[in-house]
């Protein structure tokens, strides 16, 4: 045999190992015999470079360090799920999945444990591995290329005879219970600090900038969902998982395929009784509608599908003393009331302050300093107060109530109608303003290096700022003469601000912190407001209601804020500071532009969001419900109530191949 046959011999074998242990549950050889073929194929291609491929397993081990990570916007976004936090939500969701498909037979869903990991997404050209990613913040997440090609779970090609041109796959890395032990052991041997749990190691390898250091971690990955697909067709989400493995990916062998809900109740049930002896950590199951034509109807949120949700097991739980309740003021003049915590170890995080959320959740539990309580970490993230052990409270303990009055600036404390915060009513109060500047120049808004949290007090406490608009008029021998900071450094930070003026309209909106809009929703009216922020500012609520996923509780807080004229001056000094936006691609006039659709029923062709998409890149608006505003009403099968308003209402009613005509003619 020649040396490139052998070549190519060592690296079918070695990639077919791979796929035996971690696709199929089944070794056939040891590790010490696995390493033994990776070390003579790499003194192979060490002697004879020409036979040395980018898909070789020893590509593996990790390259040259990075300097820092660059960043990829996902095909689609990679929205977080809604979550079910115990069985009467989980009957709820799937009430809500059949009355919005008009369904009255159960629905087919699938069902699969929620891996506590981190989200990333590959992404296959041709079946080659090109790139990978975090889930970042939906939208666009960080490059880890390098590192995801150190996990030998996870193909540096596909081989099979049908693969798509385009292939982006969604998984969950992480680290198993018994590989997390061995590697604290010889973390100890070797003199080396130990991880406090999985989680937050499989991250921290995963981002490693030096991808060496991630090839030395026993990551490991499932795959559970598709991104963008392009060169083949999946009905639904079974069928994709079943064809994972023939790829060569791992897929959990605890997902499952039932209908309706006593399944949902079941399957929960199963893996909370399995949790404990699972050999990787879990924090509840996932459920998703399964048919892909159902998901597309149901659309999706601004943050999460319909179609989806994650019930939640009760998390890990241990019981400690409240020592203190001390109020912390955020961005939106919110007062929080957090329980300092004699410092507890749970699930391996030391926990030593909780979130009470409001008073009604303190008078609900009747919170009280000094009680001994049961804590967990909800989700098991967030750590919050489960319940009081009243047997140990003491007789002189009194109940808590916020104060009337903002403990910062001491202005007065309100709590609106249908408001669960009390809120300060300074508009300047000092907290407030510098949780609006840490948020405006944070990476998913105006992305301002150098501007950390001790640099914002220090402007601040020297009355150099006033507000986030006071950034773009700092005067460099005037910053370089404070404490800590020298005329680099000031320089530095005076070139991030410079470059950080070119930006786009929908960071600019989600960096002015308006409450219940996020940076999706930015996106959203920055699309449909072409970039302009004053044809926004001018917007009244019907139109922001004409924008699709841009409900009520948005429109309203879109209006307060723009309403609000200290809001607009405080704009207008950004831009007057340099604030460019870059343009918006232009939409041509055509004869459904600013025409307003509502669509009705399903259509065999499109999805909703499909249809929606198609129109507003014409132009045209989409909106939920019909008025004597509307123009077109596109009725699809099962078309409900709404087509008897547009007939009551003289409206004009096209079925999907008129409207089919209607768009090809544009």
Known sequence: MDIKSHILKLKKSLNWHNIEYYVNDNPTISDSEYDLLLIELDKLEKKYPQYLTYDSPTQRVGGKPLSEFGNIEHSLPMLSLANAMNQNEIDEFDTRIKKLLHQHNEIEYIAEPKLDGLAVELVYKKGKFTHGSTRGDGSVGEDITSNLKTIKAIPLQIEAKQIPDLLEIRGEVFI?????????????????????????????????????????????????????????????????LNQLPKWGFPVNPLIKKGTGSIFLKEFYNLIESKRENLNYDIDGVVFKVNSYKFQNILGTRSKSPRWA?????????????????????????????????????????????????????????????????????????????????????????????????????????????????????NYYCIAKTKGSIEHYVSKNCLNIDGLGIKIIDLFLNEEIIQDFGDLYNLDLEEISQLERLGEKSAQNIINSINNSKNTTLSRFINGLGIRNVGLNASKLLEKYFNGDINCLMKASREDLLLINEIGDIMADSLIDYFSDNKNRLLIEKCIEGGLIFEKVKKIKNTLITNKIFVFTGTLKNFSRNDAKNIIESYGGKSSNSISKNTDYVIAGEGAGEKINKAKNLNLLILNETEFDSLINDL
Not at 357 to 377: A, M, P, S, W, Y
């Open 309 to 425: 949700i994650a019930g939640k097991f009760k998390g890990e739980q241990s019981t400690t003393i409240i020592n203190n309740i001390i109020i912390s003021i955020g961005r939106t003049g919110a007062l929080t009331p957090v329980a300092k915590l004699n410092p507890v170890k749970i699930g391996g995080v030391t926990v030593s302050n909780a979130t009470l959320h409001n008073q009604d959740e303190i008078d609900r539990k009747d919170i009280r300093i000094g009680d001994t309580v049961l804590v967990q970490r909800a989700g098991d993230v967030i750590p919050e107060i489960v319940k009081v052990i009243l047997d140990k409270r003491d007789s002189n303990s009194i109940p808590y109530k916020i104060p009337n009055n903002c403990p910062v600036c001491q202005s007065k404390a309100i709590r609106k109608k249908n408001d669960a915060t009390f809120r300060c009513t």
């Open 176 to 240: 198993d219970k018994n590989d997390f032990i061995k590697l604290n052991k010889y973390r100890v041997n070797q003199g080396l600090q130990v991880f406090a749990n999985s989680r937050n190691c499989a991250a921290g390898s995963l981002r490693q900038l030096d991808s060496k250091v991630t090839a030395e971690r026993p990551l490991r990955i499932f795959c559970y969902a598709p991104g963008l697909i392009r060169g083949l067709k999946f009905n639904n989400q079974n069928d994709f």
